[in-house]
């Protein structure tokens, strides 16, 4: 089995709880996932089966779109609600406020990961040296935040809808956004809608692919969806095959294009250069 599965990850697993799952439903050891999901989290989980794990570099950098809720008030160990509480405050934001703290979180912004995240420090992860009360800090880091929206604010709940880069932190930037507004606060829910191209709407869930994982699947060119398309001939494919690089055919240079065979099968990734392409990951019986 080959492909790209698109899940809708239940609250209280892991993201690799999740890929335990589906490894033992499509009967492979060859399972990963692009962008790791918080156990408490909810949503889109993109995994690749099979062949697929081969591609999954380039789902790296993927941008995202998160939902999450900020309960404001208290700060705790892990910045989300499964965590202690170690500090409080009485103030509490109203919307005009919020509306107008979001202003200095989109762009190019630095934010501190949680501790209790898989940010390697001395290689260790950092959530095993927060787990044992080791003393350590993180370095800010750059993330880019496209839009960041206010849904609403219910007492001490907000609201929001995030559409961000790769590696930031929605805990982050619940604490960070109580900060800027003098108080508190924590997410108290992270639900992620879309991936890159994909979204939660297309995604099956755990149980689905559990029952039947082959019905669930996408086809390997579906994990290249937003990749410019080179269609082959039969002369090309045997070309590509063989590592040799083919006319462009219009595809621009520097560019990376999903190589597809008349069938509709992947035959690989190509990178194009002075007018013509060259195989750069070719993929098998896809």
Known sequence: MNGLLLINKPEGLTSF??????KRAASTKKVGHAGTLDPDATGLLVVAVGQGTRLLRYLEGSTKVYEFDVLFGAQTTTDDHTGEVVATSDVR???????QALEKFVGTIVQVPPKYSAVHVDGQRAYDLARKDVDFELKGREVEISSFEFLGLSG??????VHCGSGTYVRS???DLALELGTLGHTA???RTHVQGYELSEASSLGEIETDAGSCILPMVEILRDFETRQLDDAEVVEIGHGRSIESNGCRDGERVA???ADGGLMGVG???????FPERVVAGT
Not at 93 to 99: L, R, Y
Request: aromatic share 2%.
């Open 93 to 99: 934001p109203t919307s005009a406020a919020v509306e």
């Open 156 to 161: 001490e709940r907000a609201s929001f809808r």
């Open 189 to 191: 829910r992270i639900h």
């Open 17 to 22: 709880d999740v890929v335990r799952r589906v």
């Open 259 to 261: 190589l597809v065979r």
């Open 173 to 175: 930037l619940a604490r």
């Open 271 to 277: 990178r194009v250069e002075d007018g013509r392409v």
